[in-house]
Nanobody, 120 residues
Framework: QVQLVESGGGLVQAGGSLRLSCVAS????????MGWFRQVPGKQRELVAT???????NYADSVKGRFTISRDNAKNTVYLQMNSLKPEDTAVYYC??????????????WGKGTLVTVSS
């Protein structure tokens, strides 16, 4: 079993910053990728940013230049530094990870989410 636990959400004014963290724990052989998605009520969950083993990162166009994803492999942790926040960034942010176990291929896991609210 694997658990992903997010932290760092909250209320911030437009133009402000927040840093989200997500720690993976449990039966982990290798973390292949970690990332962040977000969802607002009535809309589909959307990709925010991903960080793949080897250092490659990918961002949604809407957050490029404002958000930065990073990983601490020793701590099985992924971060999302969010700067210049806008009211449209308001959403529940979910951590996602593709994790391989000793005798199986990669499986996809989700955290329970952390709410980010940006006031105008």
């Amino acid at each position: 079993q694997v658990q992903l636990v997010e932290s760092g959400g909250g209320l911030v004014q437009a133009g402000g910053s927040l840093r989200l963290s997500c720690v993976a724990s449990g039966s982990i052989f290798r973390i292949n990728a970690m990332g962040w998605f977000r969802q607002v009520p009535g809309k589909q969950r959307e990709l925010v940013a991903t960080a793949i083993s080897g250092g490659r990162t990918n961002y949604a166009d809407s957050v490029k230049g404002r958000f930065t994803i990073s990983r601490d492999n020793a701590k099985n942790t992924v971060y999302l530094q969010m700067n210049s926040l806008k009211p449209e960034d308001t959403a529940v942010y979910y951590c996602n990870a593709d994790i391989s176990h000793l005798l199986s291929a990669g499986k996809n896991y989700w955290g329970k989410g952390t709410l980010v609210t940006v006031s105008s």
